[in-house]
Each structure stands twice: as C-alpha cells, then as structure tokens.
C-alpha cells in the first residue's frame, strides 16, 4: 500500500509529461500545415512567424492554427531591434544568455512597434539579420526605381 502511494505522484506526473508531448506535437502539426503557405517560416512556443514576399504575419501556436495573427510590411518597417531583457542588443554582437527575448519592429503610425517574441538568441538574431538584409533591399530597390 505505501509503495503504492509512492508511485502515484510518479504515474501523474508521466501522464502530465505524456499530454505536454501530445499537446506540443498538435501545435507543431498545426504550424506544419500553416506554413506552408509562406517563403520562410519559424515556429516556437512563444510565437509563429511567416514571411511571403514583403509580408510578416506572426502570431500565437494553438493545438488547431495559430490565432492572434497579425500581418505588417516590410515596406512599413523603419527599423529592427533585438531586444534582450527587454534592453537593446546588437545584432552584431549578441549576449549569449538572456531571457524576454524579442525582434521589435519599428513602424510609422498608427502601430509605433510590434514585438515578435522568440525563446533563443540565436534564432532572433538569425532572422533580425535576414530581415534587415530584405528591408535593406527593399529600399534600394525602391531608390533605384523612382519611387
């Protein structure tokens, strides 16, 4: 009898990691379909983020499709920041280790900023880089065209 009240917080918590894994599998399966739709995409447990030509739609991973989604330009961008601890940090020169870890785009008005939450540095800055070198494009392109 007390060996079996022993194991039950065991049992729980392997049931608990078993759901954790199927409800992480449905959101990854969900991502997976809507994906597809876009260039480049990236998933993470904090947010999904697709790029189709100069569009950005990001937003939150459910077990059915993202929702809260939300879908700029990179024509509307001024800038990007990596944003580390919630401080300013370079692209560059990233910290190895920090925690709130977000890509902030800064627009014009009406929306001064949106914030694309992501869990690794490494990955934030990958697609900072990426992005900048498009929105860099972007605007010699559209130099040299007259615009």
Same mark, same amino acid.
């Given at each position: 009898?007390?060996?079996?009240?022993?194991?039950?917080?065991?049992?729980?918590?392997?049931?608990?990691?078993?759901?954790?894994?199927?409800?992480?599998?449905?959101?990854?399966?969900?991502?997976?379909?809507?994906?597809?739709?876009?260039?480049?995409?990236?998933?993470?447990?904090?947010?999904?983020?697709?790029?189709?030509?100069? #569009?950005?739609?990001? &937003?939150? *991973? $459910?077990? %059915?499709?993202? =929702?809260?989604?939300?879908?700029?330009? @990179?024509?509307?961008?001024?800038?990007?920041?990596?944003?580390?601890?919630?401080?300013?940090?370079?692209?560059?020169?990233?910290?190895?280790?920090?925690?709130?870890?977000?890509? #902030?785009?800064?627009? &014009?008005? *009406? $929306?001064? %900023?949106?914030? =694309?939450?992501?869990?690794?540095?490494? @990955?934030?800055?990958?697609?900072?880089?990426?992005?900048?070198?498009?929105?860099?494009?972007?605007?010699?392109?559209?130099?040299?065209?007259?615009?």
């Amino acid at each position: 009898m007390e060996r079996g009240l022993l194991w039950l917080p065991l049992l729980a918590v392997f049931f608990w990691l078993a759901w954790s894994g199927w409800n992480e599998y449905q959101k990854v399966e969900a991502y997976g379909n809507w994906a597809k739709q876009f260039d480049r995409a990236k998933y993470d447990i904090y947010a999904v983020l697709g790029q189709k030509n100069d #569009e950005l739609t990001w &937003g939150k *991973p $459910t077990r %059915s499709e993202p =929702v809260d989604l939300k879908t700029f330009s @990179l024509k509307d961008v001024q800038s990007i920041r990596l944003l580390v601890n919630n401080q300013v940090a370079d692209l560059e020169t990233p910290p190895s280790k920090g925690r709130a870890i977000a890509l #902030e785009f800064i627009l &014009g008005e *009406p $929306t001064p %900023s949106l914030q =694309v939450p992501f869990t690794e540095i490494r @990955l934030a800055v990958k697609w900072g880089k990426f992005l900048q070198e498009e929105l860099q494009k972007n605007r010699e392109w559209g130099v040299g065209s007259g615009e």
